[in-house]
């Protein structure tokens, strides 16, 4: 049971650790123009589902 718990409160501390470097170095979030475009075009370039885009 010690041997869990170490394991799960070291495993939570690292990527707690990492979770903030990714945040601070790229950013986790996309902008509010990217997601009212839709996050597929922002990512990829392009529709993933053009038949269902508004006109």
């Known amino acids: 049971l010690l ?3 170490t394991i799960f409160v070291w ?3 690292a990527s707690l650790a990492l979770w903030f470097v990714i945040k601070v170095v ?8 990217e997601e009212a475009e839709g996050v597929d075009v922002a990512e990829c ?3 993933a589902y053009p038949e269902f885009t508004i006109k």
Not at 26 to 33: H, N, T
């Open 3 to 5: 041997g869990a718990l």
């Open 11 to 13: 495993v939570f501390g």
């Open 26 to 33: 790229m950013g986790v979030r996309v902008s509010e123009q």
């Open 45 to 47: 370039g392009l529709h």
